[in-house]
């Protein structure tokens, strides 16, 4: 018993492939489409010790509160304490985004402690905490928030959504086709969005890419199986090539 109590070295990092990837990626599109501040680059830190204390939550939640996932909690909590509350006190206007990531932060300990947060809802919550910060860190920017931040916002919702069934196809849900159905639903209306909304040929290119490699994985799975960090670093992959193709898009 005490050996489970006990906190291990990788107790301190995430154990998810990529996930830093998908959570950072949308706040730092939000850097550049805002336009590049120090105040964006301070909100931008903060949101990474954010993901921190969110991961290191998650497990203590998920344990019921095992004594062994409280120093990580605790030291990045304190950590992001340091960096964050003097970006509130200076910038009281982000409190305007509190509503909203209450509920997140709420749904997504209830995920954990039902040990459902890899569930479609659960994966859900955090596809929308990580896009919207795409629109949180812009307001800070020198351009402020825009159309096509909201734009960026919404594209990232749905390339990383995208980007969660893609994985369920492969791993968790491989061989369910209702699951691979949903998947390969998902990217085609994708395509279909991004052809109806402008014709954009960046955002074109990005949805077809995406949905030759929701059609191929799972294929490619059914006869190998894939190995988690395999395809942690093809969604990351994903991740990058869904960045350069919206910064591209809303930018040019």
């Not at 903060?46 to 203590?60: G, I, K, M």
């Not at 369910?176 to 014709?199: D, F, N």
């Not at 995406?210 to 395809?231: D, H, Q």
Request: aromatic share 12%; net charge positive.
């Amino acid at each position: 018993m005490t050996a489970q109590r006990t906190t291990r070295k990788h107790d301190w990092f995430d154990n998810q492939p990529g996930a830093w990837v998908m959570v950072m990626l949308p706040a730092a599109a939000g850097f550049i489409i805002g336009g590049p501040t120090l105040d964006a680059l301070w909100l931008l830190a903060a949101w990474a010790a954010c993901y921190c204390v969110q991961y290191s939550a998650a497990r203590w939640f998920k344990s019921h509160f095992s004594s062994r996932y409280l120093p990580p909690m605790i030291t990045y909590a304190a950590v992001l304490a340091v960096i964050g509350v003097p970006f509130l006190i200076t910038h009281i206007g982000i409190l305007r985004w509190a509503p909203l990531y209450i509920v997140l932060v709420a749904l997504s300990m209830l995920s954990s402690w039902l040990r459902k947060e890899r569930s479609l809802w659960g994966n859900a919550v955090s596809v929308i905490a990580a896009s919207t910060m795409t629109t949180v860190v812009a307001q800070f920017g020198s351009n402020g928030i825009t159309y096509q931040t909201y734009w960026a916002t919404v594209l990232f919702t749905l390339t990383q959504y995208g980007s969660v069934l893609v994985v369920k196809t492969i791993i968790r849900e491989r061989g369910k086709r209702s699951y691979v159905v949903a998947s390969w639903v998902w990217h085609v209306m994708l395509v279909a969005l991004t052809i109806v909304a402008g014709h954009n040929p960046f955002l074109i290119t990005m949805s077809v890419l995406l949905l030759a490699r929701a059609i191929a994985l799972p294929v490619a799975a059914r006869y190998r199986t894939m190995k988690p960090v395999v395809t942690g670093i093809t969604e990351a992959f994903a991740s990058l090539i869904a960045f350069g193709c919206i910064l591209a898009a809303v930018l040019m």
